[in-house]
Nanobody, 123 residues
C-alpha cells in the first residue's frame, strides 16, 4: 500500500503562489506516472496536472501556463508549483497515480487517497 501525504496548501491572495508537495511511502514511486487532482466543493475530483516517469507533463486547460508539476524520484516526492492563483483554483488538492497511454493521461489511483491539502484563493 502506498501512503500519500500532501502538504503546502493555505490561504493566498489572487495572483499569489503556492508550492504543494506530496510525499509517497514505499519504493514504487519512481515506477508510476503521477498526478495532482483537485476537488472543488460539490464537484467531482479532477485531474489537473500529470507527469510520467520520464518527465513528460500535461495540464488541464484551466491551469495551463500557471501550474508546473515536477517529481523527485530520489525523495519519492511530487510537487506542484502554482502561480498566478485565481479564486477558481480554491479546492482540496490530492496526489495519486495516473495512467499514461498513447500520449494521453487517465485517472488512476493506488487504491487509496491521502487527506489532501486545502488551497484557498481569496482577497
Amino acid at each position: 500500500q502506498v501512503l500519500l501525504v500532501e502538504s503546502g496548501g493555505g490561504l493566498v491572495q489572487p495572483g499569489g503562489s503556492l508550492r504543494l508537495s506530496c510525499a509517497a511511502s514505499g519504493s514504487i514511486f519512481s515506477r508510476f506516472a503521477m498526478g495532482w487532482y483537485r476537488q472543488i466543493s460539490g464537484e467531482q475530483r479532477e485531474l489537473v496536472a500529470a507527469i510520467t516517469t520520464d518527465n513528460i507533463t500535461n495540464y488541464a486547460d484551466p491551469v495551463k501556463g500557471r501550474f508546473t508539476i515536477s517529481r523527485d524520484n530520489f525523495r519519492s516526492t511530487l510537487y506542484l508549483q502554482m502561480n498566478n492563483l485565481k479564486p477558481e483554483d480554491t479546492a482540496v488538492y490530492y496526489c495519486n497515480a495516473v495512467r499514461y497511454s498513447s500520449g494521453n493521461f487517465y485517472r488512476a489511483d493506488f487504491g487509496s487517497w491521502g487527506q489532501g491539502t486545502r488551497v484557498t484563493v481569496a482577497s
